[in-house]
């Protein structure tokens, strides 16, 4: 079975905080993806990665840095954390195969509250 | 991306067929149909996608219709394990997948 593990359930800050959030996939899939999830907007795309040291802006990028030194590791970094960053995180991955790409995988979450 | 309608609650009587629409009238060609769900406290969980055919898997139906414009999700004897938020996406590739409010389908003992 796929893996997708991301480090924390739930995780407190102070505003102004520099945070990182991991998330580790176990099936050697190319692509990784940051979501975030806040109540009546849905899901929202913040980044994603197709390779390795690549990173392409989603939706909603503002306030937010990514990070894929490895395959199998994407980080997600709030340079100076802000209340309105109150939010649950969430980590896909996927795989792509002769110009296809396939069903994304999550990762439980990380529930993050900035006070 | 096309955009996608769904209604925004259903309920379902535990052991019958729950069946999910989602209009997305607006959509192209090379754009597939996914449907993921989201039971509480997890992350979404990919159920099933299409074209224009009628697929079939281990958790659900999808049945597309011959216009394309709209479609259906049937999980064929529901249980209260499949209480979960259903989003229909219809997008060119899955890398960029927008996921919109989706459907709380309730079943009910």
Redesign the interface.
């Known amino acids: 079975d796929v893996k ?1 593990t991301q480090s924390s359930r739930y995780l407190v800050k102070r505003t102004g905080e520099k945070v990182f959030l991991e998330c580790v996939q176990d099936m050697d899939h190319e ?1 990784m ?1 940051w ?1 975030r999830q806040d109540p ?1 907007l ?4 913040i980044y ?1 990665s ?1 390779d390795v040291k690549m990173k392409e802006k989603g ?1 909603i990028p503002e306030g937010y840095s990514v990070s894929r030194e490895k395959k199998e590791r994407f980080s997600l970094i709030l340079e100076s954390a802000s209340t309105n960053q109150t939010s649950m995180y ?3 991955s ?1 795989f ?1 195969w002769e110009q ?10 990380t529930r993050l509250t900035v006070t | 991306d096309a955009k996608t309608t769904q209604p925004p609650s259903m309920d379902c009587a535990e052991g019958r067929a729950a069946n999910l629409p989602c209009n997305h009238s607006t959509i192209s060609g090379n754009e597939y149909v996914y449907w993921y769900r989201q039971i509480h406290s997890q992350g979404p969980q990919y159920i099933i996608h299409g074209l224009k055919n009628n697929e079939t898997n281990e958790m659900a139906s999808l049945i597309i219709t011959e216009d394309r414009k709209s479609s259906t999700l049937i999980l064929p004897h529901a249980t209260l394990r499949d209480t979960a938020v259903y989003y229909c996406i219809a997008a060119i590739r899955d890398d960029k997948i927008i996921f919109g409010k989706g459907t709380r389908l309730h079943i009910l003992p």
């Open positions: 997708v692509n993806f979501y009546g849905g899901l929202r795309l994603f197709y939706d969430l980590c896909a996927s792509t296809t790409t396939y069903e994304q995988y999550f990762g439980p979450g």
